[in-house]
């Protein structure tokens, strides 16, 4: 199966084809991949070089002008380094553009933690109006790119991975989406960690509800499973443990609950590794998931799933 990534470049190029609204601009990162598209659009494919503030400051201007500019480099580049940018020549000048990362949390554990941005989603909470979607599947990315762009003049963040759920699921751009209804407790999944939140779930009576856009919080959602599943809350996310934990409070405010954020944890493992490895590290693995959920939802980890890898 192709990665998320792998359809970005054909993806972005046919809406550029479609829409002489939106414009790319890269950073050096992907720029092989829109070759034939800058044939084609010249004057909307644009590569600033390695110059990341560049990146979303260019991006902010063209937004100015009427334009719908798609940002693409790794999450660290995107979301990160140039952060002031995002905040002032975005947010402050209010206008919109459609940020595309790619390496995830840890993707490519080979870059180092330069590359590695397990914080991306957390940050931009610092910023009023994002919206945030993480898909778990290349065709949920292309679906979500696709909301993301015809978004009219908003700001929107797309977190691409090359994990992925072994299937696609319906995706709105709106709301999370039941996959599993029990009555212990609600595990919400987000992206590509829903399969790993199905083995570890299996034969407990649990809800999974599963999540693609995860900034706005579809409230509405979690609060109709707590009705027949219970207040306690499991989330599951591919970047910092408990970033949606207030967002999950805020929908349950005037009920009694209890939240625990799974996801991957502040200390920084200082290990090269593959993806895998630091996925197992950060007990976000079905196993350890298992022994976590069940633990919180009060209920029994059964047996039949695969020993994690040492960390």
């Not at 975005?90 to 840890?106: E, I, M, P, R, T």
């Amino acid at each position: 199966m192709d990665t998320m990534r792998d359809r970005l470049a054909p993806a972005v190029s046919r809406l550029l084809d479609e829409d002489p609204r939106v414009a790319v601009v890269l950073a050096e990162i992907g720029r092989d991949g829109f070759t034939d598209a800058w044939r084609r659009h010249p004057d909307r494919v644009i590569n600033v070089g390695i110059r990341e503030q560049l990146l979303v400051g260019a991006g902010a201007g063209l937004a100015l002008t009427g334009m719908r500019p798609i940002l693409h480099t790794f999450a660290s580049f995107l979301v990160e380094r140039p952060f002031e940018q995002v905040k002032l020549d975005l947010g402050h000048q209010g206008v919109g553009a459609v940020l595309v990362s790619a390496a995830a949390s840890f993707d490519w554990p080979a870059g180092g933690y330069t590359h590695m941005a397990p914080g991306d989603v957390a940050l931009l909470d610092t910023l009023d109006g994002w919206t945030v979607h993480v898909p778990g599947h290349p065709d949920e990315a292309e679906a979500l790119l696709r909301h993301a762009v015809a978004a009219g003049d908003d700001k929107v963040y797309v977190r691409l991975s090359v994990q992925s759920n072994a299937d696609r699921r319906p995706v709105d751009g709106k709301h999370f989406v039941t996959v599993r209804e029990g009555s212990s407790g609600v595990v919400i999944a987000v992206g590509p960690l829903l399969d790993a939140v199905l083995t570890a779930t299996e034969g407990l009576d649990a809800t999974v509800l599963y999540a693609t856009t995860v900034r706005p919080f579809d409230a509405a959602a979690l609060r109709r499973a707590t009705e027949t599943a219970g207040t306690d809350v499991v989330l599951v996310e591919p970047y910092l443990a408990g970033t949606s934990a207030s967002a999950a409070n805020d929908a349950l405010r005037d009920v009694s609950h209890r939240v625990l954020g799974l996801g991957v944890r502040r200390a920084e493992l200082r290990r090269y590794g593959t993806a895998e490895e630091h996925t197992a590290a950060h007990g976000l693995d079905a196993r350890s998931l298992r022994e976590r959920i069940s633990a919180f939802l009060g209920t029994r980890a059964g047996a039949g799933i695969a020993s994690a890898p040492d960390a």
